[in-house]
């Protein structure tokens, strides 16, 4: 059973960073394909980008590219979603997730990802 703790949530103002951590346990990790999803108050869930963990290629939103990266730890079983000239409009949870199934397409989708944490409050102060 693979279980994913995401940390690194907080306040900042704007125009600031953070980083987020996901750690990874459970499973191995080599085949998995990990994203990011966050979700403000009366919205659905959005997807920010995902990193494939062999290879390490990457994909984002529209939304955060240029601001935003995803990349693996050296522990092998960590990613992280460094956020740079934030913006109050990224307030929200932020979730982490995996994908396991390797039959399954990267998707930018919450219906592609099969395991979840259990999120992490960002909030932008204008």
């Known amino acids: 059973q693979v279980q994913l703790v995401e940390s690194g949530g907080g306040l900042v103002q704007a125009g600031g960073s953070l980083r987020l951590s996901c750690v990874a346990s459970g499973g191995t990790f080599m085949s998995y394909r990990m994203a990011w999803f966050r979700q403000a108050p009366g919205k659905e869930r959005e997807f920010v980008g995902y990193?494939?963990?062999?290879?390490?290629?990457?994909y984002y939103a529209d939304s955060v590219k240029g601001r935003f990266t995803i990349s693996r730890g050296n522990a092998k079983n960590t990613v992280y979603l460094q956020m740079d000239s934030l913006k109050s409009e990224d307030t929200a949870v932020y979730y982490c997730?995996?994908?396991?199934?390797?039959?399954?397409?990267?998707?930018?989708?919450?219906?592609?990802?099969?395991?979840w944490g259990q999120g992490t409050q960002v909030t932008v102060s204008s």
């Open positions: 997730a995996a994908a396991t199934n390797p039959g399954v397409p990267v998707s930018d989708s919450p219906w592609g990802y099969n395991y």
């Open positions: 990193i494939i963990w062999n290879g390490g290629r990457t």
